[in-house]
């Protein structure tokens, strides 16, 4: 078989890709040499946003985009998308308050709100978005972006590509490809380390942080184009503050951290920004990044944190696409192409950059990109198209979480939650027969059962316990040793078969 796309990487732009092609017609097969979202796809703040802070460096365009996109998102996955209050409060010595209302007025306008409220200037003084702030925070601004589920937001699209007719391999790595005439031939070692060659009429590199490898040590090409590798870390907390409303906080170097509900329980403190010059792989946060964040939350909130509050932390590296700026910080979230085909030679695409809010749009631009090989294809379909359990109904939401408690009433209220939110109307599909708890099998901790494991290793390629416990959830933040020990042993146990 020839497909007509082999994509590398499984991260939400090769998977964003894998969708919309097998959408269009081709034949696609996707390669994942660890799991979905195993890197920097599962390494974000957990948001769908234009990035406020981008229109101080003038990118207008993406801005626009991002927030263009954040409207088309919320619609297709409002199972794990969903609006979020922001509180920024005002630092009279870092900006102006005139000039973050024009930043906020922008943001208003550069795209259409159909779903998302505007921006308002609110007291802090005696109020409850004050209430967990120093008293030297009075005044601030709301604003509204969304929250995302970001390593799910990767699987559905994988889901998605899979249901349409794309093969997606995870534990599948290439080893090197060559051109053989208007095809290219690739060497894949499977996750039983055997090796065969597939053959595609076109390639596309969306590997992330190892794009530049990929293209030099795999695919023998040179390239124009660079990332620059940013780590960016996270650290969790216990709840910081009661309300589900987040907070920007802006640091005396210009940049931002976040302070957001995560989890019921839980708050999600990041993130930053740190030239990476290593070769990519896995990273850590440092001593310097958790002080880094602990001193934004005890600038601005009374509660004082410390290292000993610290729950989880989490870093990945993010693949920038070098513009040539001084600083990390404002290195361009955009993305660039680079495209080797030249010759009549059978395509290479390569992506630099991209981030989750935009990866559909990269998606469409990266197939109108290889629409002149494939003058078949059909045409794009995304814009409106649901990701899978997103059918949630008129009454979005609450109103299908309220369907589920109806329908399952022996399903205690935070897990008829979790499992709504983690898997929308494909929920039904492990839960339509149960009439207990007892009829979806064991139970590995915290409502996580038999059933839903089934379907996690049969729809959603998870096969061992990290892939369970933190990208297809975060139930890793609540299980303990022996509960880890005891999933990893029934999903071993379940692969010898």
């Known amino acids: 078989m020839v497909f007509d796309l082999l994509i590398v990487g499984g991260g939400v732009n090769g998977c964003a890709i894998a969708r919309d092609a097998a959408g269009r017609g081709l034949g696609v097969l996707l390669l994942e040499q660890k799991d979905l979202a195993a890197a ?70 550069l795209a259409g709100r159909k779903r998302i409220p505007g921006s308002t200037t609110v007291s802090l003084a005696g109020t409850p978005y004050g209430a967990p702030l120093t008293a030297d925070h009075r005044l601030g601004f709301s604003y509204y972006d969304c929250r995302v589920d970001d390593s799910r937001l990767v699987v559905l699209e994988a889901l998605d590509a899979s249901e349409r007719g794309a093969k997606i391999r995870v534990g599948a790595k290439l080893i090197g490809a060559r051109r053989e005439g208007a095809q290219w031939v690739a060497s894949v070692a499977g996750a039983d380390g055997g090796l065969e060659d597939i053959r595609a009429r076109a390639l596309i590199n969306a590997s992330g942080p190892f794009v530049s490898e990929t293209l030099e040590h795999r695919l023998g090409l040179g390239s124009r184009k660079h990332v620059r590798l940013v780590k960016g870390s996270h650290i969790v907390t216990r709840k910081l503050y009661e309300g589900a409303h987040a907070y920007m906080l802006q640091r005396p170097d210009k940049r931002i951290v976040f302070a957001i509900p995560f989890e019921e329980d839980f708050t999600l403190v990041g993130t930053t920004d740190v030239p990476f010059l290593g070769e990519p792989g896995p990273v850590a946060i440092d001593a310097q990044e958790t002080d880094y964040l602990i001193a934004a939350i005890d600038h601005v909130f009374r509660k004082k944190i410390d290292r000993g509050d610290i729950v989880w932390s989490y870093s990945g590296l993010r693949p920038l696409y070098d513009d040539g700026a001084l600083e990390a910080s404002v290195v361009t979230r955009d993305y660039a192409f680079d495209l080797d085909a030249e010759g009549g030679k059978a395509p290479a695409l390569s992506i630099f950059g991209g981030k989750i809010t935009t990866a559909r749009r990269l998606a469409e631009h990266a197939l109108e990109t290889l629409a002149p090989f494939f003058p078949d294809m059909r045409a794009a379909w995304t814009g409106g198209a649901i990701l899978p359990g997103g059918d949630l109904g008129p009454g979005g939401f609450d109103a299908f979480l309220g369907e589920l408690s109806r329908a399952k009433p022996f399903l205690e209220p935070r897990l008829a939650r979790r499992l709504a939110g983690a898997y929308g109307t494909r929920a039904w599909r492990f839960l339509e027969r149960a009439k207990s708890m007892a009829d979806l099998g064991a139970d590995f901790g915290c409502g996580l059962t038999e059933a839903e494991l089934d379907y996690l290793r049969a729809q959603e390629w998870a096969r061992n316990a990290e892939d369970v416990l933190w990208r297809r959830s975060k139930l890793g933040l609540r299980f303990d040793a022996a509960q880890t020990r005891a999933l990893a042993r029934a999903l071993t146990s379940h692969a010898a078969r």
Request: charged share 20%; net charge neutral.
């Open 40 to 109: 920097t796809s599962s390494a974000s703040t957990k948001l769908v946003h234009g990035g406020l802070r981008y229109l101080e460096n003038y990118e207008f365009r993406l801005v626009h985009e991002a927030l263009a996109e954040r409207e088309l998102l919320l619609a297709a996955a409002p199972h794990i998308i969903h609006p979020l209050q922001f509180i920024l409060p005002h630092e009279r010595s870092i900006r102006p308050a005139w000039l973050v209302r024009i930043g906020l007025f922008l943001y208003d306008h």
